[in-house]
């Protein structure tokens, strides 16, 4: 199976950024798609970000703060860029890879992001 490891999350003020990564093993072969979400407690999952093989990317309506999604294909990873982040970011961030070979998404075990004063 493979295995998706997230890091960079953490503790940051209101105005503050983060940057966020998500690899994948390398049994990864070819990776489709690569996404981000997140959950706020008593909320749903929701999507951030994702972006697809050829680097388009697109973003989830009402997603609040800066966000950039991209990847490096060379390092099976995906990065997920936060700058103005706001308290209402805060949440367990989740990295998704819809891979080669796989019939369902693997998913990383979450990062937690709080923005707080």
């Known amino acids: 199976q493979v295995r998706l490891v997230e890091s960079g999350g953490g503790f940051v003020q209101p105005g503050g950024s983060l940057k966020l990564a998500c690899t994948a093993s390398e049994n990864a072969v070819a990776i489709f798609e690569m996404a981000w979400h997140r959950q706020a407690p008593g909320n749903q999952r929701e999507l951030v970000a994702r972006i697809d093989h050829s680097g388009f990317a697109n973003y989830a309506v009402g997603v609040p703060g800066q966000v950039t999604i991209s990847r490096d294909d060379a390092k099976k990873t995906v990065y997920l860029q936060m700058r103005n982040l706001q308290p209402e970011d805060t949440a367990m961030y989740y990295c998704?890879?819809?891979?080669?070979?796989?019939?369902?998404?693997?998913w990383g075990q979450g990062t937690q992001v709080t923005v707080s004063a």
């Open positions: 998704r890879m819809k891979i080669l070979g796989y019939e369902n998404d693997f």
